[in-house]
Each structure stands twice: as structure tokens, then as C-alpha cells.
């Protein structure tokens, strides 16, 4: 019988390991994605920091996978991020051109600094400082290094309070259909996860598709 594949979306909340098993000792365990979803032999496209949130999306389909994981495929990923202080145009300048961070030098993102957004507090929430501001960004990577987006604020001395996921694919539309790719939060609160719906599993899966047939000529 062939394989029936799933795909689905999750809210990651706060301080949830983005795996579904932890073999740290009894009294250190923290939560994961199987105290949320019932859902057995689908596994995350990538991975979000225990204290990161956002959206994430795991799958059974193994080429599905591999392809958004690899980075030759550049794929982006949208995060809002709350970060010390107010940042000038010039810091998001440096960040938009690629910055060194742990002898790598980033690729150039989209960044912009964007109003508080309307999301559900975090539980806990982060530290309040009266007489310093906070402000949000979103930036869009092509790549997905080891807490990233946190080391590229902090590069330019806005370190990050709060990281939030909000997309995947951004801006990516499937040339024949004319539909987007992109998967993203709407309608999902932390802790809560659905199945792709057919409009947007179609154009996904056409993009991928074309990328991998291109990639192997």
C-alpha cells in the first residue's frame, strides 16, 4: 500500500524542544512537539530553538524534506524579532548586507523594523526594562545557521529579546499555477497544529518539484 503522506503546521510555543523525544535526565525534561501533537513518524523541515517560536512544518515525505532543508535551494524563512533598544537605519543596512558572525559571513536578508505585532504574549514573558525601549523587525534569511538571527542582532548591538517564526517560503510563487507557496501562522495560537490544506500543498509541492528537476540536469 503506498505511503500516505502528511503535512502539517505548528505553532511552536516557547521553550519547547522542536523534537519529539528529550533523554535529558527526568528532573531537567522540557517539553516537545509529542506533548502536542499526536501525530506519529512525521518529523520537523528544520528546527526552532527551544526558546524561539513560530511556525513549523513536519512531514513524512522525505524528498519534501530534504529539499527544504538544503540550503543549496535557498529557501526563505520570515521571523519577527523584539530586540533591545531601537535600531537605526544603518544597523539594518549592515544586516540586510550580510554581517561575520562566528567567522561565517551572512547572506544578504530582508529586514525591516515593522510596528509591535498582534501576537499572543509569551508565557514567560521577557524581561521589562522601564527606561529602555524594545523594538520589533522581520527579517527574511535564505539560510538557517545555528541561532542566526539572534547572532546577527547582536552582531550589531540590538540583541534579541523575543524570536518569532511567522513564514516559511516568502514571496516564493509557483510559475505555472501563479498561486504562492507560502505557509504561515494565520489561524494557528501557540500550541496548535492542522494539516496543509490542498491549496496550500498544491503550489508547494509543484515548486519543489521543478526546483529538484532543474537542480539535477
Known amino acids: 500500500m503506498p505511503m500516505s503522506y502528511r503535512y502539517l503546521l505548528f505553532y511552536k510555543p516557547y521553550n519547547v524542544l522542536s523534537q519529539f523525544t528529550d533523554d535529558s535526565p527526568v528532573e531537567q525534561r522540557r517539553s516537545t512537539l509529542k506533548d502536542f501533537i499526536p501525530v506519529t513518524d512525521v518529523y520537523p523541515v528544520g528546527r526552532l530553538d527551544h526558546d524561539s517560536e513560530g511556525l513549523m512544518l513536519l512531514t513524512n515525505h522525505g524528498q519534501l524534506q530534504h529539499q527544504l532543508s538544503n540550503p543549496k535551494f535557498e529557501h526563505p524563512r520570515t521571523y519577527w524579532a523584539?530586540?533591545?533598544?531601537?535600531?537605526?537605519?544603518?544597523?539594518?543596512?549592515?544586516?540586510?548586507?550580510?554581517?561575520?558572525?562566528?567567522?561565517?559571513?551572512?547572506?544578504?536578508?530582508?529586514?525591516?523594523?515593522?510596528?509591535?505585532?498582534?501576537?499572543?504574549p509569551r508565557d514567560p514573558p521577557i524581561r521589562f526594562r522601564k527606561n529602555v525601549p524594545t523594538a520589533w523587525i522581520e527579517i527574511t534569511l535564505t539560510e538557517g545557521k545555528n541561532r542566526q538571527v539572534r547572532r546577527m542582532t547582536a552582531a550589531i548591538g540590538f540583541?534579541?529579546?523575543?524570536?518569532?517564526?511567522?513564514?516559511?517560503?516568502?514571496?516564493?510563487?509557483?510559475?505555472?499555477?501563479?498561486?504562492?507557496?507560502e505557509l504561515c501562522l494565520t489561524g494557528l495560537a501557540?500550541?496548535?497544529?492542522?494539516?496543509?490544506?490542498?491549496?496550500?500543498?498544491?503550489?508547494?509541492?509543484?515548486?519543489?518539484?521543478?526546483?529538484?528537476?532543474?537542480s539535477d540536469r
Open 190 to 214: 501557540p500550541g496548535q497544529w492542522r494539516d496543509l490544506t490542498p491549496e496550500e500543498l498544491d503550489p508547494l509541492l509543484k515548486l519543489l518539484h521543478r526546483r529538484q528537476t532543474r
Open 82 to 120: 523584539q530586540v533591545d533598544r531601537i535600531p537605526t537605519e544603518a544597523a539594518l543596512a549592515h544586516l540586510r548586507q550580510g554581517i561575520k558572525i562566528q567567522n561565517y559571513n551572512t547572506r544578504p536578508a530582508q529586514v525591516s523594523l515593522i510596528p509591535e505585532p498582534d501576537i499572543p
Open 159 to 181: 540583541p534579541t529579546l523575543r524570536l518569532v517564526r511567522v513564514a516559511l517560503l516568502k514571496g516564493l510563487v509557483d510559475s505555472v499555477s501563479n498561486r504562492n507557496a
